[in-house]
């Protein structure tokens, strides 16, 4: 078989790089070549492939002291990122937010907190979250303490959302790790992200 790129040097044709592959069905389509798939890059939106393991940086384990016994993964060697499934709140972000502002309640009653707490957590392929761990910065990003009532309250909120509809891939249904962040700013929630 040919060289089609090999053919488009040797003959001299000079072609704006962005229509090469465009040429190159052209080209392959005359001369009744058979064409073969270009090889397809791997990139992080890519169908989970099991290689996901609690080594991972940023893994949730299971911890008897703080997660529920009865939140089972549907498959613990093979966990998604969120951005690789989408899971997504059944009544929609802005149902979730106002849910959340509510939950919480005015956060001004804390002190004057600035940063950002977030609260990660999976959601397995059934749509249930749980395994709920919260970090906090500061507003440079510095690891923080905010009062614990505070975090108390926003973990609270986070976790009585449970009308998840699982990521999905392929028409599988995935489990997958999610995060809600709040924005804090002289202790008002300004943002909640990403929604």
Known sequence: MPDIQKFIQS????????SLSRLYVMVATTLGLQLLS??????????PTGSSSFSDVGAIAYDSDVDRQKFCLCNADNIAQYYQVTPVYR?????????LRSLIGESRAFGPASGIVTVRFLI?????????????VDEHYMPCTFPPALVARIKGAVQQL???KPGTA????????YFLSFRLKRGTITQIFPL
């Open 124 to 136: 397995n392929c059934h749509g249930a979250p749980g395994r709920f761990r919260v970090s906090q």
């Open 91 to 99: 009544a929609g972000p802005e149902a979730m937010k106002a849910q």
């Open 170 to 177: 392929r028409g599988k249904a995935y489990d997958s790790y």
């Open 162 to 164: 449970l009308y998840w």
């Open 11 to 18: 003959e001299k044709v000079r072609i704006p790089t962005w």
């Open 38 to 47: 270009p090889p397809v890059a791997r990139s992080q939106n890519t169908v």
